[in-house]
């Protein structure tokens, strides 16, 4: 069983990701489930999900979605708790980008949702990267605040070494990290520092597709058995609900 823990299908600026270049990955490259977000939600928060749940129902269980937040838009904490309400089981994760929301991580506006991530074991996934907005340091904070919620640094702080990331992750029990853009010799380095069990498989896919196969294969070699058991398929089931119906 191999699992990619973050994807995405639809436009947003020049991106475009058809749902049927991210199932045709996933065949070719043995991937059994993926966790995705519709890119339309990233303006849109959480009154796109509705709509991104049709768009990939005639997938069954091989894909699960991302509840994607948008704490700019209004009224938008109050639509998240309805559609936990009424689509609980169908969701993987929250997922925010702090930055196209232009809503620094431990402003006040995502308290709402961390408590929702409470009440319903959900994992919040976090677009990461250095500077004022996505930093793994606030992260971190929010983590150290909220022990009762398992956060994701997405990339573990794209544009950078990941080391500062790394360190982060490492202290913390609830913070964990993804292998999104990360080099396999990174996320070595990554898995030697916070252990095996803090670091999932995500790739973007099927953003940069031409490589998916390849950064697979690398980072596979580069793990032993029971890491790549751990990195592509029990931290996911453990952080993204996947324990039923997998
Ligand atoms: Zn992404």
Redesign the pocket.
């Given at each position: 069983m191999m699992i990619d823990t973050?994807t995405?299908f639809g436009r947003h600026g020049e991106w475009d990701c058809p749902l049927s270049a991210l199932i045709g990955l996933m065949d070719a490259h043995h991937i059994d489930k993926a966790v995705t977000?519709w890119l339309g939600s990233n303006e849109l928060g959480a009154s796109g999900f509705e709509d991104a749940l049709k768009m990939i129902r005639d997938y069954g269980n091989r894909l699960r979605l991302m509840l994607w937040i948008n704490p700019a838009v209004p009224g938008d904490a109050d639509r998240t708790e309805r559609m936990l309400h009424r689509y609980g089981d169908r969701i993987a994760c929250m997922k925010v980008h702090p930055q196209t929301a232009q809503v620094p991580l431990g402003d006040a506006s995502y308290e709402p949702y961390l408590q929702l991530c409470g009440a319903y074991g959900l994992t919040l996934a976090v677009?990461t990267e250095p500077g004022r907005f996505s930093s793994v340091e606030r992260l971190a904070a929010m983590a150290v605040r909220h022990p009762e919620v398992n956060f994701i640094a997405?990339h573990m702080e794209l544009r950078s070494d990941h080391s500062h990331a790394m360190s982060f992750i490492a202290e913390q029990p609830n913070l964990f990290g993804d292998t999104?853009f990360v080099p396999a010799s990174d996320v070595r380095i990554a898995i030697d520092r916070c252990g095996a069990e803090k670091i999932v498989f995500g790739s973007?896919a099927p953003i940069m597709s031409e490589r998916y196969g390849a950064t697979i294969e690398k980072l596979q070699s580069m793990l032993s058995p029971q890491e790549r058991q751990q990195v592509f398929q029990s931290n996911a089931i453990r952080l993204f609900q996947l324990g039923s119906n997998v």
């Open positions: 973050h995405h977000g677009h997405v999104t973007d």
